[in-house]
């Protein structure tokens, strides 16, 4: 019997096997959580219907996080098959690509801006607001995810880097509001991943490339290491854990310059 038996947990963000939401599900399903899923569009409703049926779940339900009827009707649908909520995985992030290539005050704009911030930050507040009731008095958790973009500037990172930076923001007031009621928000801030997501990023297998020879364990974390670590935060075991951002990035964030070996030419030609 895993640590997350009898947890019944709701993923949201879920677009291919390399996304980090389905390590994340993978981990919490291998750890014996009830797993419900959603899909954006009619384009990606058949792929997550095959991961869901995997990790034995019959439950997928629409949900374009920009509408807000989509919003309720998904904790509408999703208390007729459960009748309490333990878990949100919120792993949603959206910026126009234009907007993250390029010099950051060349290339933002308001549209850009606001859908970058509606869709990676508000989402999770608006999600809460719906399953609250579901969640109450439970010890339940809400998850969402960040980058180290929110806390420093990055190459083309630009326009999301604010909206991860609101999100942290979000993960703090949050906790805050919903701590009284027993449920506990937490984000994890994860090292580059090569996903659908970061394809969009300019230039991103450099900085993976880069990423890796800076880094304490010198490598790059892996889909899997932030799934376990998602089931940690979102089960009993981190009942004491709350507006906390987990860097699970190799020890990236604690770094000024990495080593003095990458700096000789000798050793690194």
């Known amino acids: 019997m895993g ?11 879920i677009a291919s096997k390399l996304s980090i939401a389905s390590g994340i599900a993978a981990a919490m399903h291998r750890e014996g959580a009830e797993l419900a899923f959603t899909y954006q569009n009619g384009k990606l409703k058949d792929r997550v219907l095959g991961f869901a049926e995997g990790w034995g779940s019959n439950l997928v339900y629409p949900c374009d996080v920009t509408n807000d009827t989509q919003i309720v009707d998904l904790f509408s649908q999703l208390s007729e098959n459960w009748d309490g909520l333990d878990g949100i995985v919120h792993c949603l992030a959206y910026a126009p690509a234009h907007e993250l290539d390029g010099n950051y005050v060349d290339v933002t704009t308001r549209e850009g801006f606001l859908t970058a911030h509606e869709i990676s930050s508000y989402s999770f507040v608006a999600l809460a607001q719906e399953g609250r009731e579901l969640m109450r008095n439970r010890n339940g958790s809400l998850l969402t995810l960040s980058y180290l973009g929110a806390m420093r500037s990055l190459p083309n990172y630009n326009v999301m880097g604010l909206a991860k930076a609101s999100l942290e923001a979000n993960v703090r007031y949050m906790a805050s509001s919903l701590g009284p009621e ?10 580059p991943i090569r996903t659908l997501a970061a394809a969009g990023i300019k230039s991103f297998r450099k900085m993976l490339q880069h990423n890796a020879s800076q880094t304490p364990l010198r490598r790059n974390v892996t889909t899997e290491e932030v799934g376990n670590s998602a089931a940690f ?3 009993d075991l981190a009942s004491g854990i709350s507006g906390e951002i987990l860097y699970v990035d190799g020890g990236f964030n604690t770094t000024a310059m990495g080593s003095l070996n990458d700096l000789d030419p000798k050793t690194n030609p």
């Open 182 to 191: 027993g449920t506990r928000v937490n984000g994890i801030s994860a090292g």
């Open 233 to 235: 935060l979102c089960s």
């Open 3 to 13: 640590f997350m038996a009898g947890k019944r947990i709701l993923v949201l963000g």
